[in-house]
């Protein structure tokens, strides 16, 4: 009922949930991975201008404004690319063919740039490292002065001739095309969300690695002033970058996955938002893997859940449906199987002596109606955002156990007075074992249900009020099979209370604190 309750909640806020269970692994998620593009940023670029390259290893004074926007312009009617970067280019530049195409190798995620062969000549335009490699210091910094401003800036280059879908020959860098690539009114919000509830937001991205810092740092990434680029980086050394950087530049798809691949290794668990082909990698190596619907069918279908609006802004509701349904339902498991627990072993003790088990069906009304059935669907339906730590089982245990053990001690305890003293007989034992359970029930009940609010406050004091009538109003009392106390029976019941109190306490470390309200 909570996942399905999930589900709805999620619709609402415009996210598809492709499977069910991986609302459950987003409770466990410390780390988010993002691109910049169509992410942070809204995706609608737009090229701000061009500039021929400054200081030109050789004379490009033939290539004059015109006729650089002539070369893009046929570039973009030959590739064809319909993503955010070559709709900006087609609005500057225009589509129209003025040169004679000879052969076209569209942009590849692992290259990073496109190339044209022209019966003029053979043309690149991509990421200027990537085009003009080792001697891209010579344009260095023309290029990196306006990616330290956040811009997107592609290189133009003449390259010698194109040999298996590469540069190949020499490169003459001809002009730089500066694009700007607006940050989402909601992104900076929901990374600072991510920040406040303790998942470590690292941006991958395969644009300049210092525009992406740019960007990273508005959008309040933590630690985006140190950033690394992958160009030339060798998978063995990945994955101690992946542990001590937040922001990734030219990355390529493959490095996308060791990257996630790496953080798992140490124990993380990684949310990856992805829209492209090339995510299509880390996005089944993640955890959990998040597409927006804009995205390529590939993305779509191999994610676990959809961004209907293409903003990432709701993912914070994601995340925290997430830990709202583990969280609680391990609160809620502990009342339930601190019943089965202790009946399983109070069966199995009975087994071997004369005694008969001590509670009737019609007692057992008050614990499973009102300290486990009505208690566990408010809790398990709370808000929290708790990021779930562990072992579900184990965590479970750890709780119930106790619970159990004190249940079956006040039995015993119980049993044995009757029997060393012959103080109280069968019906009594029963009356004071179901009471001294119902309170030990209860200190359980109070301790999952922290940290207090008013509507678990109230339910906490419902069930208390509840338990007291039913037990102590003539009526019921009959009802329940229950009969009046005895000197002996009373001051026993007060001891077998006060005792699972103290044994709690110190079990917890702590007194049992009952009304913090927050």
Excluded at 26 to 49: F, P, S, Y
Excluded at 101 to 107: A, D, L, T
Excluded at 176 to 199: G, H, L, M, P
Excluded at 389 to 397: E, Q, S, Y
Aim: hydrophobic fraction near 45%; include cysteine; glycine fraction near 4%.
């Amino acid at each position: 009922m909570t996942f399905a309750t999930s589900v709805i909640k999620l619709a609402k806020h415009k996210t598809l949930v492709q499977e069910l269970y991986s609302i459950e692994t987003l409770a466990r998620v410390d780390t988010l991975c993002l691109d910049k593009t169509g992410t942070i940023t809204d995706g609608t670029m737009n090229v701000e201008k061009f500039e021929r390259i400054t200081k030109p290893p050789v004379n490009i004074d033939n290539y004059s404004d015109d006729v650089i926007k002539k070369i893009i312009s046929s570039m973009n009617n030959a590739l064809k690319d319909r993503n955010q970067t070559a709709q900006a280019l087609n609005d500057y530049f225009g589509n129209d063919l003025k040169y004679k195409v000879i052969e076209v190798v569209n942009f590849d995620s692992q290259n990073k740039y496109s190339l044209v062969s022209f019966k003029e000549g053979t043309f690149a335009l991509g990421a200027p490292e990537m085009i003009y490699k080792a001697k891209y210091v010579k344009i260095k910094k023309q290029v990196e002065s306006y990616a330290a401003q956040g811009k997107r800036v592609l290189l133009l280059a003449e390259v010698g001739k194109i040999k298996d879908d590469k540069i190949s020959g020499e490169v003459i860098p001809v002009a730089i095309v500066i694009i700007d690539d607006k940050i989402r009114e909601s992104a900076i919000q929901t990374i600072q969300k991510f920040n406040s509830s303790a998942v470590n937001v690292k941006v991958i991205s395969g644009d300049n690695a210092m525009t992406v810092s740019e960007v990273a740092k508005r959008a309040s990434v933590i630690d985006a002033d140190k950033f690394i680029s992958l160009e030339d980086v060798k998978d063995s050394e990945l994955e101690q970058i992946a542990l001590n950087y937040n922001v990734f530049g030219r990355v390529k798809p493959h490095q996308k996955k060791l990257l996630i691949e790496h953080l798992q290794n140490h124990g993380r668990k990684v949310c990856m938002i992805g829209d492209g082909v090339n995510d299509v990698l880390a996005l089944k190596q993640a955890d959990v893997s998040v597409s927006l619907a804009s995205g390529t069918d590939a993305s779509r279908n191999i994610s676990h859940f959809v961004l209907l609006t293409d903003d990432f802004a709701s993912l914070p509701k994601v995340v925290k449906e997430g830990r709202q349904i583990v969280s609680n339902m391990e609160k809620a498991s502990v009342l339930y199987l601190v019943k089965t627990l202790y009946t399983i072993i109070l069966t199995f003790i009975l087994l071997f002596t004369t005694r008969i088990y001590p509670f009737e069906p019609v007692q057992m009304i008050i614990i499973e109606t009102f300290i486990i059935g009505v208690p566990s669907f408010i809790i398990a339906l709370e808000p929290n955002n708790r990021r779930f730590d562990g072992v579900f089982i184990k965590n479970v245990m750890k709780n119930v156990l106790p619970g159990a053990l004190i249940i079956i001690a006040n039995l015993l305890a119980v049993y044995w007075v009757s029997s060393a003293f012959n103080l109280l007989d069968e019906k009594e034992i029963s009356t004071v074992g179901i009471i001294a359970a119902t309170f030990a029930y209860w200190l359980v009940l109070v301790n999952v249900s922290h940290p207090l609010n008013i509507r678990k406050t109230v339910m906490i004091l419902a069930s208390a009020v509840i338990s007291i009538f039913a037990f102590t109003f003539p009526g019921l009392r009959e009802f329940f099979k229950l009969v009046e106390f005895t000197v002996p029976s009373f001051l026993l019941l007060l001891l077998l209370m006060e005792t699972s109190y103290i044994v709690y306490s110190v079990y917890k470390k702590e007194m049992i604190k009952f009304w913090p309200v927050k």
